[in-house]
């Protein structure tokens, strides 16, 4: 098995140099880990149908696509930076925050390879299930973004505070937590992956002393 994953692919960064790279690979599937697009502050369906309609616009892009299946989760870009849950990250333009997630979602699904069972209803979607390739590998798909508590600390990179340890935080939800779990413990394949969407470890962003 070969597989290629990418991630946080925003437009203004540059040219998908790396997919024209991918496009020549003999891959089997790409695992597409989110920020597939990268929202404005307007969140009606018809911003989040162009800025789909603009990535699209890549021939690169274009040619993975072509070439070959793509498994995909989002991330918070899809609808707007830092959002958790229910709760709104960056500032909008005004919408009700549930109102932009329907909408994200709803041009998500519209303009991606996405399973019938992954339609979304609303601002709520059934993103994160489980990939199996025989014995030889079994990939949990996430989503940390739809039931995820709020970031600690206001967010931003800043020094740490007793919220981030409190046990009731999650990422995952309960529901979603308890079904990866025991997704590892009852595999028969080779192989047991976690695509996931961000870092899980405590990384220090402060090349000086401070954290």
Not at 17 to 46: C, K, N, P, W
Not at 131 to 159: C, I
Not at 184 to 198: F, G, L, M, Y
């Amino acid at each position: 098995m070969r597989f290629a994953f990418a991630s946080c692919q925003s437009w203004t960064g540059g040219r998908y140099s790396a997919y024209r790279d991918m496009a020549q690979q003999d891959l089997d599937f790409v695992l597409h880990l989110g920020d597939y697009i990268y929202e404005t502050s307007g969140g009606s369906l018809a911003e989040f149908r162009r800025l789909h309609a603009l990535y699209k616009t890549s021939p690169d892009l274009r040619a993975v696509h072509a070439r070959f299946p793509f498994i995909l989760t989002w991330d918070d870009h899809e609808v707007q930076n830092n959002y958790a849950g229910d709760i709104q990250g960056a500032a909008g333009d005004g919408r009700p925050f549930l109102e932009r997630r329907a909408n994200g979602y709803q041009a998500y699904y519209e303009h991606l390879p996405m399973r019938p069972e992954q339609k979304p209803k609303g601002a709520d979607a059934l993103m994160y299930r489980k990939v199996q390739f025989g014995k030889l590998a079994e990939f949990s798909v996430l989503d940390t973004r739809q039931y995820r508590t709020d970031q600690a600390n206001g967010d931003g990179r800043k020094p740490q505070t007793p919220d981030v340890w409190d046990p009731e935080r999650t990422m995952t939800g309960p529901e979603q937590e308890k079904w990866l779990l025991n997704n590892p413990a009852t595999s028969k394949a080779r192989w047991n992956v976690i695509a996931q969407q961000t870092i899980m470890a405590q990384f220090d962003y402060d090349l000086g002393p401070g954290t």
